[in-house]
């Protein structure tokens, strides 16, 4: 059998400081990963309101190009464009769709008691 030096406290804790530095970088990875289940109902609700008054604000600031007779399109298009990309940043995406869930839900609360049975 050969023998092993033995090893010095230094590198011991420079083994267990390397460990424990990717077992921390391991859980921050998991806890952004699922951000989402430890967000509270009240800062979801916050969330989604700041979200929509920016979204409201940024449109609100748009400029409308002016018009000229033979592309009267292109202020159409940019104007769509700019539009979809306030709407569809990344950061914004899940507050979107909360915003069209209970937008869909209202619409439909709306049509169910706007329609009359016939007999």
Known sequence: MGSRSP???EEENTFLNKINNHIQNKENKFINENK???????TLINNTLNTLYSIINYISKLKISEDTE???????????EEVLYILFRPERA?????????????????DVSSTTTEN
């Open 36 to 42: 989402l289940q430890n967000i509270t109902i009240n």
């Open 70 to 80: 033979n592309e009267w399109w292109k202020k159409w298009s940019k104007l769509a």
């Open 94 to 110: 899940f507050y979107i769709g909360i915003i069209l869930i209970i937008i869909s839900i209202l619409v439909y609360f709306i």
């Open 7 to 9: 090893i010095t406290e």
